[in-house]
């Protein structure tokens, strides 16, 4: 299943993704990176690459197009980001 995840470098959106990632799923992820938290997002990608896990800096409170965009191609969303 491709799963959209707001929040991804978040505590429990990184955790999340990975299980989700772990579990055969494809994760599109979102997170503005105001706690600059990159690195989560990098790891991610490369353990399980870019067809299993895709990030995207994104702002859910205005980037509302590109969100969507996301969002269109995927069976479940789950909004993570605080």
Known sequence: MRIYLSGVCGMIGSVLAEYLIISGHTVLAVDSLLYKGRHIAENLERMYGKS???????????????????????????????
Do not use: H, M, W
């Open 52 to 82: 299993r896990f895709q990030f995207f800096e994104l702002d859910v409170t205005s980037d509302y197009a590109a969100v969507g965009n996301i969002i269109k191609t995927c069976q479940v969303a789950i909004p993570a980001a605080a």
